[in-house]
C-alpha cells in the first residue's frame, strides 16, 4: 500500500524559513517522480515543485521559483520542500504527491505575523 505522510508544518512569520518533509512507503521510491502540490483556504490545488526519480531534475512554479528547494533521499524514501522568504501568500495545506493518484494528509503552514 502507497503511504505518503507528511510533516514540518507549521505556523512562521513572513520572511521565515520553514523545511517540509514526506516519508513515503509502499513502493519503490526512487523509481517514482514526486511532487508537492498546495491548496490554500478557498482555492483550488496549486503544483508548487516537481523532482524526478534521480534527484537530478526539478521544476519549481513561477511564485515559488528562487525562494523554495525541492530534494530527495533514496536511501531514506524521504522528500523534502525547503521554503524560504515565506510570504502570507504561500499559507496553505501542503501534500506530497505520487503521480495524480497518491496524495498524503497534508500538513499546515499558516505565513503570518
Known amino acids: 500500500e502507497v503511504q505518503l505522510v507528511e510533516s514540518g508544518g507549521t505556523l512562521v512569520q513572513p520572511g521565515g524559513s520553514l523545511t517540509l518533509s514526506c516519508a513515503a512507503s509502499?513502493?519503490?521510491?526512487?523509481?517514482?517522480?514526486m511532487a508537492w502540490v498546495r491548496q490554500a483556504p478557498g482555492k483550488g490545488p496549486e503544483w508548487v515543485s516537481h523532482?524526478?526519480?534521480?534527484?537530478?531534475?526539478?521544476h519549481y512554479s513561477e511564485s515559488v521559483k528562487g525562494r523554495f528547494t525541492i530534494s530527495r533521499d533514496n536511501a531514506k524514501n524521504t522528500v523534502s520542500l525547503q521554503m524560504n522568504s515565506l510570504k502570507p501568500e504561500d499559507t496553505a495545506v501542503y501534500y506530497c504527491?505520487?503521480?495524480?493518484?497518491?496524495w498524503g494528509q497534508g500538513t499546515q503552514v499558516t505565513v503570518s505575523s
Open positions: 504527491t505520487r503521480g495524480i493518484s497518491y
Open positions: 509502499g513502493f519503490t521510491f526512487g523509481n517514482f517522480d
Open positions: 523532482i524526478n526519480g534521480g534527484g537530478d531534475s526539478t
